[in-house]
């Protein structure tokens, strides 16, 4: 139960990201404004980080253990 309820959290971080990488390049690509972008985006990278770790039991960059698919 808890594995595609943080899967959508996951994916919902992703569109969020991408949402706030349009919005300031579209608008006004100011300095503060690219300066709040990147610390929303450190931020939110390591919420995903977080919450793999939590459904997989594993980073991102590991191996899968041997045995599942």
Do not use: C, H, Y
Not at 13 to 31: F, H, M, Q, R, S
Not at 51 to 63: C, F, K, S, T
């Amino acid at each position: 139960m808890r594995a595609p309820i943080g899967r959508a959290i996951l994916l919902g971080l992703e569109l969020l990201v991408a949402g706030d990488i349009i919005k300031p390049v579209a608008v006004a690509p100011t300095l503060q404004n690219m300066a709040v972008l990147g610390a929303i985006v450190v931020i939110r990278t390591f919420l995903s980080f977080s919450l793999e770790l939590e459904i997989n039991g594993r980073w991102p960059w590991q191996a899968k253990p041997s045995g599942q698919s």
